[in-house]
């Protein structure tokens, strides 16, 4: 099966293609020369639904949308929808960092809980009226600085109590079997395996 993932994000592909292994082959969306698709949607269901229906309209092919983030209790559930783009410009980890230890200076650590949220959607065409959908969680808490050197995004500052280190201490293959996005991709697996015609 050839698969298009919607996304310009280098981490989300490299861990999405690692957890498909083989059988599956995840095209990235720049080899077609496909840019991002606008992100209008309300929460990370639509968001995800849009990117994959934009790159199956581009390139003929089924296509995944990823859309994900981190969502903050203290703050309302922010960075949420807008995590990529928490300090102005888009996919500027280290900016985004620092607005969110700013925006948590002085709060103490049980009251630093937050969530890695990740939304799959598989579309089989552009116009697919049933999106295959899966959800990820990854429960933890917002650390007072940076740990680790692995991952992308906000892993340095979230800290998952089952492993007792951050997202960016984990080795990639532990970090892909327990994170928001291995459980989501978990899900969908389960639900293609359950989906004839496909
Ligand atoms: P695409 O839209 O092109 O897929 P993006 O990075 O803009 O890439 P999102 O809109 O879904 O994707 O934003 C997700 C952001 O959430 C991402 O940029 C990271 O900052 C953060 N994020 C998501 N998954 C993460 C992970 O596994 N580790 C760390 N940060 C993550």
Redesign the pocket.
């Known amino acids: 099966m050839r698969l298009v993932l919607?996304?310009?994000?280098a981490?989300?592909l490299a861990?999405l293609r690692d957890l498909l292994g083989e059988g599956i082959t995840l095209h990235a969306q720049s080899e077609f020369g496909v840019t991002?698709a606008e992100?209008t949607g309300l929460s990370f269901i639509e968001?995800a639904i849009l990117?994959a229906r934009h790159a199956a309209r581009a390139t003929g092919l089924p296509a995944l949308g990823?859309?994900?983030?981190?969502c903050v209790d203290a703050l309302g559930g922010a960075p949420g929808l807008y995590?990529?783009r928490y300090a102005g410009r888009?996919?500027d980890?280290d900016a985004?960092i620092d607005r969110l230890l700013r925006e948590l200076e002085g709060i103490p650590d049980a009251d630093r809980s937050a969530r890695?949220v990740?939304v799959l959607a598989l579309v089989r065409h552009p116009e697919d009226p049933l999106p295959l959908i899966a959800e990820g969680r990854w429960e933890g808490r917002i650390l007072q600085a940076r740990r680790g050197q692995h991952?992308?995004?906000?892993?340095p500052v979230?800290f998952s109590p089952a492993h007792g280190c951050s997202?960016a201490e984990l080795p990639p293959d532990i970090k892909n079997r327990d994170?928001?996005?291995g459980r989501a991709l978990k899900a969908l697996r389960t639900l293609l395996a359950n989906t004839p015609g496909i």
């Open positions: 919607a996304s310009s994000n981490g989300k861990e991002d992100e968001n990117k990823d859309d994900s983030g981190l995590s990529a888009h996919g980890s985004n890695f990740c991952g992308f995004g906000y892993d979230f997202a994170s928001h996005r």
